[in-house]
Each structure stands twice: as C-alpha cells, then as structure tokens.
C-alpha cells in the first residue's frame, strides 16, 4: 500500500517489510530501484517533474524522515515507521555478509570510499565488496563505470551521488545494469566511514536528526527551510481531498 504526497508514491512499510522486498528481489534475481524519500525530496519534486517521474517508476519508495512521516499522518494514511536511507543501507550490508552476496559503492571521494568499505570489512564479517568507484567520474568514463559493474554482477549497488543526481544516473542506466538492488543513499558513505556523524538515539527517535544536522552545518538553514513549505503544502493537499470527499457525498 502506498501514500501519494505531493503526488508522489511513498511506501506504507516498516523497516523489516522493506528488507523482506529487497531479500525476494535478491532470491528471484529482480531489478530493484529504492527510492529512500525525504521531505526536501518530495517538495523538489514539484519543480522537478523528471524526478518526480523517476520516484513515481521505482519498485519501492521508503519514508526518510520525520516530514514525510507527518505528512502520511496528515494525510490519513500513515506510515508504520521512518525507514531512513542510512538504517536501510546497514540492514542491507548485514544481509549481504550473511550470505556473500558481491556489493558495489559508487559515489562519494575515493579516500572516504575506501575508509566506507575498510569500516563494512570491519563491522560485517565476509562482506563482499566487489568494487567501488569514486563519485567525481567525467559523462565519458560512465561508459567503463557500467561496463565494470556489469562485469562484476553485485547484488547491492549503493549509489551516492547527491539527489537529485543520483536518482538521474539510476534511471538513465537502469537497463543497462545487472539484475541488482539499487539504492540512492545521498551522504551514508561519509558516515559510514566516520566523516560525519548522525545524530543521537534520542533525536532520531524524536524525528530530530534535522535539528542535530543543521547544528553541525549551519549551512544547511536553506534546506531546513523548505519543511515548512512542505508540512503548508501537505496540508493543502489533505485540504483538498477532504473538499472533494464532502463534494462526492
């Protein structure tokens, strides 16, 4: 079942039930595309319309962050839980080690993907990190990008490119790359490897990870801002639809 915001798809699934979905796409060999959707994303994509398509065509589309799981509320239809990109990624290189299937990184700086992978070898025993590639690759040496990943065949390809581009690469070549899973994980690998830390227990579980993120980066105050924009057009929507229920009855 899926909540439509902002006329976007977002997947009514807990934690758990996406890596049920994700464990069948590995077991039956499917093309997986997961969407991890915030709120900044979701309100991008009403200027956006290429990349409101491309969430629209992916197999699955989870809920990251508190915005998006008060909109769901908002809107009747709630979600069970946040499933955020970086929780999700983790549960993925767990499975994965426990059953050696081959992953690919790409995205990011080569040291802090090399440190990612040092700390996966480390907290996963028998992970099998087939390759990765760093995020700073020219259009003319995407050729050779596929080309290695198809030669490698990974079961997980953790894209981490920023959106919207990472989702833009992930649509562009999604027939060309292996039967896979692939996920847009944004900033994780520099977590991961120890370059950027999430916020406390106590703030994820509060839906603060924002707050703590705009504390460490100031910087990000323009981003922060578009939640209010997001919450004022989610409550237009559910506006709307209550006018068009009232109008039918």
């Given at each position: 079942?899926?909540?439509?915001?902002?006329k976007v798809?977002?997947?009514?699934?807990?934690?758990?039930?996406?890596?049920?979905?994700?464990?069948?796409?590995?077991?039956?060999?499917?093309?997986?595309?997961v969407v991890t959707?915030?709120?900044?994303?979701?309100?991008r994509?009403?200027q956006?319309?290429?990349?409101?398509d491309?969430i629209?065509?992916?197999?699955?589309?989870?809920?990251?962050?508190?915005?998006?799981v008060?909109?769901?509320?908002?809107?009747?239809?709630?979600?069970?839980?946040?499933?955020?990109?970086?929780?999700?990624?983790?549960?993925?290189?767990?499975?994965?080690?426990r059953?050696?299937?081959?992953?690919?990184?790409l995205?990011?700086r080569?040291?802090?993907?090399?440190?990612a992978?040092?700390k996966?070898?480390q907290?996963?025993p028998?992970?099998?990190?087939?390759?990765?590639?760093h995020?700073?690759?020219?259009?003319?040496e995407?050729?050779?990008?596929?080309e290695?990943i198809?030669?490698?065949?990974?079961?997980?390809?953790?894209v981490?490119l920023?959106?919207?581009?990472?989702?833009?690469w992930i649509?562009?070549y999604?027939?060309e790359?292996?039967?896979?899973?692939?996920?847009?994980?944004?900033?994780s690998?520099?977590?991961l490897?120890?370059?950027?830390?999430?916020?406390?227990?106590?703030?994820q579980?509060?839906?603060l990870?924002w707050?703590?993120?705009l504390?460490?980066?100031?910087s990000?105050?323009?981003?922060t801002?578009?939640?209010?924009?997001?919450?004022?057009a989610v409550?237009?929507?559910a506006?709307?639809?209550r006018?068009?229920?009232?109008?039918r009855?």
């Amino acid at each position: 079942m899926r909540v439509s915001i902002l006329k976007v798809p977002v997947d009514r699934l807990t934690l758990q039930q996406t890596m049920e979905m994700i464990c069948r796409a590995w077991r039956e060999n499917q093309f997986l595309h997961v969407v991890t959707a915030n709120a900044e994303m979701l309100y991008r994509c009403r200027q956006d319309r290429a990349l409101r398509d491309i969430i629209k065509a992916a197999e699955l589309v989870t809920a990251d962050g508190a915005g998006v799981v008060l909109a769901s509320r908002i809107l009747g239809r709630a979600v069970p839980q946040r499933v955020a990109g970086f929780d999700l990624m983790l549960a993925c290189l767990q499975e994965a080690a426990r059953t050696s299937l081959p992953l690919y990184f790409l995205g990011s700086r080569q040291s802090v993907l090399e440190q990612a992978a040092a700390k996966a070898r480390q907290n996963y025993p028998g992970i099998n990190i087939a390759g990765f590639h760093h995020g700073y690759f020219r259009k003319e040496e995407e050729k050779t990008i596929l080309e290695e990943i198809r030669r490698l065949q990974p079961a997980l390809l953790l894209v981490a490119l920023g959106v919207p581009k990472q989702e833009k690469w992930i649509a562009r070549y999604r027939k060309e790359l292996p039967p896979c899973v692939v996920i847009g994980v944004g900033g994780s690998f520099d977590v991961l490897a120890g370059k950027a830390r999430r916020a406390p227990l106590w703030m994820q579980r509060a839906g603060l990870e924002w707050f703590y993120r705009l504390l460490k980066e100031p910087s990000r105050l323009g981003r922060t801002a578009v939640l209010p924009l997001f919450l004022l057009a989610v409550l237009r929507q559910a506006a709307g639809e209550r006018g068009r229920r009232q109008t039918r009855q």
